[in-house]
């Protein structure tokens, strides 16, 4: 029988620390149901937390050290003293992470204490699940929770977390993972307005199943591809005279294109049909209209696919597997930051089997793999476990 993360995580604490931790802390990783690369164009997106994070043991210490256990990673230790400038260790371990929000916790002015903390999840990692913002938050919940700062709102927390990925791990993400970790809401959907950081719940139908896909694709080139998309869209942007491609109507797009550059055009167009799709998608959501979920869910596959050139032949392939075993009503798509890693599909609940088997039979990654299917629920966002 296999331990759950609760387990897991306190036999680790015990084990490093002979004690029995005083808090349980957990934040949640997330999948994107629509709404791809807008969060960094002040646009919208459309996840939800998932009932897949990272589980953290913590307990205060009395002097100014953070000591660290990775269950994950066999029981490895990290430590820091709070009172000397906190660095990043050089091969972007896991300790980075840690590291990075500790110091932009205390950047946001926070007097922050010694800590004992253990950590484990069960996020697949480069999944296009945001295993790390999920870290992230968590670490910023552990020190939440361990010292009463009441007044750290999620929003913040999130701010910070994402702080830590840009500065301290050195990618340049936009804040949907974060905030959906910190901000979501069992049994709802997020629609975020990147720009301003609202949000709004949208209840999923209780028909509808969320069943996410690994490709088993590694998603080798995020890091260099991920960034070149960002300066094609602030390109774009500068084109346009807009301070985002949040601004820019699809007209304007068409019509002032002029001498833009006719890849970076693409780019942007996804930027803007893409926006206007997570808005629709919220809209059809809350109709329970499964149907049109699908159109928008398929629209933004082939936009990913053909403008934003992000997906991967064989995601494409399970994306087409996934939509002809659902049907009209629900729909597939590759989800996160692309060239790799997971499709999301909506379905209907009874459907669940029957795609599971077409996913078995027609899919195979690149190395023989077969895809991975996990059934998942919209989740709430980051807190202490009761
Ligand atoms: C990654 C980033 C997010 C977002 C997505 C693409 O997950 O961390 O900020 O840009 O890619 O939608």
New binding site residues.
Partial sequence: MSLTLNQVVTLAFKTAFGETPQHLVQAPGRV?LI??????NDGF?LPCAINFGTLIAASARPDPVVRVVAADYHDEIDEFRLDQPILPLTDGAWPNYVRGVVKYLQEHGLPLQGANLALTGDVPQGA?L?SS?SLEVAVTQAFKTLQGFDDLSPTDMALIAQRA?NRFVG?N?????QLVSARGEAGSALLIDCRSHETRAVPMPPEVAVMIVHSRVRRGLVGSE?NTRRKQCEAAARHYGVQALRDLSLDRLEAEAGDLDATVLRRARHIVTENQRTLDAAEALVAGDLRRMGELMAASHNSMRDDFEITAPAVDQLVEILQSAIGAVGGARMT???FGGCAVALLPLNQIESVRQAVAQHYRAPTGEAGTVYVCQASAGAGPLT
């Fill in positions: 994107n709404g791809e690369h807008t969060d960094y997106v296009g945001s913002a990925e990618c993400c936009g804040i949907m993972d991920y996160g930051g692309g």
